[in-house]
């Protein structure tokens, strides 16, 4: 009976030894991720516009790009067009599209001076009680060609640094 009695006794705490769960690092948790966001990686922006009135006023101009966080497991895609004498002069916000729910992305445009984004992005940690906002600029100076009025320029990928960021526990 003394044998059953000690073999009971490294069974259990055996069990008890290997838990059957793993334990999730804090340096992995979604409010961590966040707290060490300092940019955005822009992928694939690409700005097309054609200039067909007197002066070279453009009538139409149209740029879209994906947005990566690296503390977000998805991309953020945004796309916008802009008409008029006075398009894309930053003065508009757009919305992304592609975000999770609860979660949201935007971007200024103005092809003036190089072409200056603003990105601005919030997103939550639900199951910590936590969110973020964030906003960031750049100045992406396009290489761009063009004949007969319409303008292309090459698709670029680069970082925009986040300026300011808050968090919400």
């Given at each position: 009976?003394?044998?059953?009695?000690?073999?009971?006794?490294?069974a259990a705490?055996?069990?008890?030894?290997?838990?059957?769960?793993?334990?999730?690092?804090?340096?992995?948790?979604?409010?961590?991720?966040?707290?060490?966001?300092?940019?955005?990686?822009?992928?694939?922006?690409?700005?097309?516009?054609?200039?067909?009135?007197?002066?070279?006023?453009?009538?139409?101009?149209?740029?879209?790009?994906?947005?990566?966080?690296?503390a977000l497991?998805?991309?953020?895609?945004?796309?916008?067009?802009?008409?008029?004498?006075?398009?894309?002069?930053?003065?508009?916000?757009?919305?992304?599209?592609?975000?999770?729910?609860?979660?949201?992305?935007?971007?200024?445009?103005?092809?003036?001076?190089?072409?200056?984004?603003?990105?601005?992005?919030?997103?939550?940690?639900?199951?910590?009680?936590?969110?973020?906002?964030?906003?960031?600029?750049?100045?992406?100076?396009?290489?761009?060609?063009?004949?007969?009025?319409?303008?292309?320029?090459?698709?670029?990928?680069?970082?925009?640094?986040?300026?300011?960021?808050?968090?919400?526990?």
């Open positions: 009976m003394q044998f059953s009695f000690v073999a009971l006794l490294l705490s055996s069990a008890i030894a290997a838990p059957t769960f793993s334990l999730v690092s804090r340096s992995d948790s979604c409010m961590a991720k966040g707290a060490k966001v300092s940019s955005w990686s822009i992928h694939d922006f690409n700005l097309d516009y054609s200039t067909t009135r007197a002066g070279g006023k453009s009538d139409k101009g149209t740029v879209s790009f994906t947005v990566a966080n690296k497991s998805y991309k953020a895609k945004c796309k916008a067009t802009s008409t008029g004498k006075n398009f894309f002069v930053g003065g508009v916000t757009y919305q992304c599209t592609g975000e999770k729910s609860g979660d949201s992305t935007s971007f200024r445009f103005d092809h003036t001076n190089g072409g200056r984004l603003v990105i601005s992005q919030s997103w939550s940690c639900a199951s910590e009680g936590g969110r973020y906002e964030a906003s960031g600029r750049t100045v992406i100076n396009a290489d761009c060609e063009g004949t007969n009025g319409q303008v292309s320029c090459s698709k670029k990928t680069f970082s925009v640094p986040v300026i300011q960021m808050s968090a919400v526990l």
